[in-house]
């Protein structure tokens, strides 16, 4: 915890920050309000004490620059010649205590010991908050997605690590906050960090944070790990780490323990590491561009995330979410899609997955203006529209016998009818309204297998 001190009494300074230090909390001090305020981004305070009186202008001015830039940081006043007037002011411009001089250093300890509390407590808040608004949730009832979310259930009130796979926009990160708010760790930190979107140079500070010298000044940061501390780390794409940084990781799941850019203080950590990633591990392992002993510290509990292909049948239930998401989102009417509108996007291919079904939902509710969808309102903003016209087009206008393009027309008809079903003869049979002896047999004509 960083604690700053502005006072222009170099001795009020030394002994706060001795008596601080010694509760264990890193202090740093500042004899003017400039000097003061020039350091918050530097050393990202978590508590702020701060006097009334200062050479360079008013304490209870400056408390105000400070609220009105960092809102939660808890501002502790101190004075020597104060007034009831001045006490009033402060409190009511969000100071969380004002003390007199000379200062109780028992009663320092308290008030700082409650002051991080409290800014613990309203970071808690803020993190509750923000994923309520978020309202994760897994939309889906396909036996793929019945057995996720057991998997899910099970594991997450453990803190073992956790190595999700999957393609891209299976809903990766979905399940790592799942795990997160179904485990003892709920009420602290979620912490996200993308491996691949963080350039290499950068991703070590930015997830061990720094600390540098410059210009006399010294600049600390905390990573993201330390963010996460008591919580959990997502690492997503850890496939893209670099191997430096892979080091470093394993240390932490294996130590608890790591060191900031630039720095050889050690820091004691407790997280929950959950990573992912749509790449081939066991492969990289063995090209050497993955540590092996980090692989097997991850996938200790290894997920799958199914795509979308595997699980059509929650297609019209991802939609169905999608549509009173996207209407609340751009501010208009929901749609409803014709049962026939639903078949037709069970039918689309989706390489990009549930990802891709809602930026199509989403075009679809930019482009299209019924409110009851039917498949010709929706063909012409799906993907590869274009080309499937024109492949509509050929087919039906190519000149070969009666009979082949018979069988062709069976073949593409009954094929996209399985895919629709999920390869159950049963269902599709019933759905067509023939026998599935008849159907089996058709289909065993026709080369087809379920």
Not at 15 to 20: A, G, S
Not at 267 to 286: C, S, Y
Not at 340 to 367: D, F, T
């Amino acid at each position: 915890m960083n604690i700053l001190i502005i006072d222009d009494e170099k001795n009020i300074r030394l002994t706060l920050c001795n008596i601080l230090e010694d509760e264990g909390y890193i202090c740093h001090g500042s004899g003017s309000i400039e000097e003061g305020l020039a350091q918050l981004d530097s050393l990202d305070p978590d508590a702020i004490l701060l006097d009334v009186k200062l050479p360079d202008g008013n304490g209870i001015d400056a408390l105000e620059s400070i609220k009105k830039s960092l809102p939660q940081i808890p501002v502790i006043m101190i004075s020597g010649n104060s007034n009831i007037s001045d006490a009033v002011k402060a409190i009511k411009l969000g100071a969380f205590d004002f003390l007199e001089k000379p200062l109780s250093l028992p009663k320092i300890k308290i008030t700082v010991k409650k002051a991080l509390d409290f800014y613990a407590m309203s970071l808690k808040l803020m993190r509750m908050q923000a994923d309520s608004e978020r309202d994760w949730k897994m939309i889906g009832q396909a036996p793929v997605m019945q057995e996720l979310n057991a998997l899910i259930n099970k594991v997450a009130p453990s803190n073992a690590k956790i190595l999700i796979h999957g393609e891209s926009g299976t809903g990766k990160e979905l399940i790592a906050r799942l795990i997160h708010a179904r485990s003892n760790r709920t009420d602290k930190a979620f912490i996200k960090f993308n491996c691949a979107a963080i350039p290499r140079e950068l991703i070590e500070s930015e997830l061990f944070g720094y600390e540098s010298a410059f210009t006399g000044a010294q600049a600390r940061k905390k990573g993201k790990l330390e963010e996460a501390d008591k919580g959990s780390i997502f690492l997503d794409e850890i496939g893209d780490m670099e191997l430096a940084a892979q080091a470093k990781v394993l240390r932490v799941i294996q130590e608890g323990e790591f060191e900031r850019v630039g720095s050889n203080q050690t820091h004691r950590i407790d997280v929950r590491v959950i990573a992912a990633t749509n790449k081939n591990l066991p492969e990289l392992v063995r090209k050497g561009e993955f540590r092996e002993d980090l692989f097997y510290r991850l996938n200790v509990v290894p997920i799958e995330s199914p795509p979308l292909r595997e699980r059509i049948s929650d297609i019209p239930l991802l939609i169905e979410h999608f549509a009173v998401d996207l209407a609340l989102e751009l501010a208009t009417r929901v749609k409803h899609f014709s049962p026939a509108a639903l078949k037709r996007m069970q039918a689309q291919p989706y390489p990009g997955n549930v990802r891709e079904l809602r930026n199509i939902m989403e075009r679809i509710y930019l482009l299209c203006d019924q409110d009851i969808l039917e498949p010709d309102d929706i063909i012409p903003v799906l993907p590869g529209a274009a080309s499937s016209s024109s492949s509509d087009a050929a087919f039906w206008q190519e000149s070969i016998a009666f009979a082949e393009k018979k069988r062709q027309f069976e073949i593409r008809y009954l094929s996209t009818q399985l895919k629709l079903h999920g390869g159950n003869i049963s269902r599709t049979a019933e759905a067509l309204g023939l026998q599935q002896s008849n159907l089996s047999r058709k289909l065993s004509e026709l080369g087809l297998h379920s």
